[in-house]
T-cell receptor
Framework: DIQMTQSPSSLSASVGGTVTITCRAS??????LNWYQQKPGKAPKLLIY???SLQVGVPSRFSGSGSGTDFTLTINSLQPEDFATYYC?????????FGGGTKVQIK | EVQLVESGGGLVPPGGSLRLSCAAS????????MHWVRQAPGKGLMWVSR????????DYADSVKGRFAISRDNAKSTVYLQMNSLRAEDTAIYYC???????????????WGQGTLITVSS
């Protein structure tokens, strides 16, 4: 199975600030990497697919980059509604695997 | 609007069984692979099972293989997860998710149902 490692596991940031979350795969997954946002008590929601493609309706302050084993989710101009937990997920091979999550909290 | 609605969750004793259902609407159900993903309380996401569009291929996480069975009824636009020999560690919210396929073998999970909670406890 491909292991997905996210860092950090949690962080504090201010409204208006910039957040960077890293996801590392245990082997190359090319660009088969997706990012999801989950708010408390809610289902995950797709943010970015294929490493850098923004899902329809997702604000442009979210961006993704990377290929191979190292990927990044960046949130610019952090808004109050962005405080949530973020997960990466590889779709290169079965079983699908997720990172452990990064909780973004208000500073 | 594409929608997935799970049902069938609840409290079940260890060793018991439960069947989850996920009713889909807003898209051609038989065109899509469907997945189940679970989330234990306070924990991360774990893939559980998948089924192809016509129901001829299924796949499971090692931790549920031989105990869970995924199936679908395309006439009813519904996917099921039959869960047998349940254990305390199966306690989780179970999400039904559609797999969207890209042009180059890539894929992503969207949308997700609201989830249904399974609690395995005596």
């Amino acid at each position: 199975d491909i292991q997905m490692t996210q860092s950090p596991s949690s962080l504090s940031a201010s409204v208006g600030g910039t957040v960077t979350i890293t996801c590392r795969a245990s082997q190359s997954i090319h660009n088969y990497l997706n990012w999801y946002q989950q708010k408390p008590g809610k289902a995950p929601k797709l943010l970015i697919y294929v490493a850098s493609s923004l899902q329809v309706g997702v604000p442009s302050r979210f961006s993704g980059s990377g290929s191979g084993t190292d990927f990044t989710l960046t949130i610019n101009s952090l808004q109050p509604e962005d405080f949530a937990t973020y997960y990466c997920q590889q779709s290169y091979s079965s079983p699908l695997t997720f990172g452990g999550g990064t909780k973004v909290q208000i500073k | 609007e594409v929608q997935l609605v799970e049902s069938g969750g609840g409290l079940v004793p260890p060793g018991g069984s439960l069947r989850l259902s996920c009713a889909a609407s807003g898209f051609i159900f038989s065109d899509f692979w469907m997945h189940w993903v679970r989330q234990a309380p306070g924990k991360g996401l774990m893939w559980v099972s998948r089924i192809n569009g016509d129901g001829t291929y299924t796949d499971y996480a090692d931790s549920v293989k031989g105990r869970f069975a995924i199936s679908r009824d395309n006439a009813k636009s519904t996917v099921y997860l039959q869960m047998n020999s349940l254990r305390a560690e199966d306690t989780a919210i179970y999400y039904c998710v559609r797999l969207q396929l890209g042009e180059f073998g890539d894929s992503w999970l969207d949308p997700w149902g609201q989830g249904t909670l399974i609690t395995v406890s005596s």
